[in-house]
T-cell receptor, first 110, second 115 residues
Framework: SQELEQSPQSLIVQEGKNLTINCTSS?????LYWYKQKYGEGLIFLMM?????EEKSHEKITAKLDEKKQQSSLHITASQPSHAGIYLC??????????FGTGTRLKVLA | NAGVTQTPKFQVLKTGQSMTLQCAQD?????MSWYRQDPGMGLRLIHY???????DQGEVPNGYNVSRSTTEDFPLRLLSAAPSQTSVYFC??????????????FGAGSRLTVL
């Protein structure tokens, strides 16, 4: 069973539109991490959330972790073609053992 | 600064052959790990290490061996390749071994096909 549920699985948006990706766990997380993967490449770290209610932003991407530390959202404002790729949430529920969601494929149409 | 280096990038094997995927990092990271990425399955942890001489199993360890003789290197060995091991493999490392503060640095991946 997938311990981190990610939705939607894929997303196609017009350039300039906002979008949200969700990541949900049935367990309380030590930390929640967001990564981006360009097609055919490795993962690049975006943001880490550790505290319940925490929110972080970088350029046009904002990530939030709910108070219970079981759900996170990644919001992109005014999407651009450079935002295209696969977004994955990751978490360490148990020390040293990292799990990932199945990923969200984002395509941004120019 | 090279980060995490994986070799080879591509490999085709026949069923039953053995091979080693190499992973090296130059950041003095204690934690290193191997993942496989399959369509619809996300990334799954194969093996990990919290320091030289210390390794442990992840979610999908069967068919794979690892060792960690130095801080820098963490090779993944396939002893007898099977078609089910066709996948993209990623090595990742982290400076921290503590839960909740474990930002991973990934290699570029190794695409393995087993015929």
């Amino acid at each position: 069973s997938q311990e981190l549920e990610q939705s939607p699985q894929s997303l196609i948006v017009q350039e300039g539109k906002n979008l949200t990706i969700n990541c949900t766990s049935s367990k309380t997380l030590y930390g929640l991490y967001w990564y981006k993967q360009k097609y055919g490449e490795g993962l690049i770290f975006l943001m880490m959330l550790q505290k319940g209610g925490e929110e972080k932003s970088h350029e046009k991407i904002t990530a939030k972790l709910d108070e219970k530390k079981q759900q996170s959202s990644l919001h992109i404002t005014a999407s651009q073609p450079s935002h295209a790729g696969i977004y994955l949430c990751g978490a360490d529920i148990v020390a040293y053992k990292y799990i990932f969601g199945t990923g969200t494929r984002l395509k941004v149409l120019a | 600064n090279a980060g995490v280096t994986q070799t080879p990038k591509f490999q085709v094997l026949k069923t039953g052959q053995s091979m080693t995927l190499q992973c090296a990092q130059d950041m003095n990271h204690e934690y290193m790990s191997w993942y496989r990425q399959d369509p619809g399955m996300g990334l799954r942890l194969i093996h990990y290490s919290v320091g030289a001489g210390i390794t442990d199993q992840g979610e999908v360890p069967n068919g794979y061996n690892v060792s960690r003789s130095t801080t820098e290197d963490f090779p993944l060995r396939l002893l007898s390749a099977a078609p089910s091991q066709t996948s993209v493999y990623f090595c990742a490392s982290s400076i921290s071994t503590g839960a909740g503060a474990n930002v991973l640095t990934f290699g570029a991946g190794s695409r393995l096909t087993v015929l």
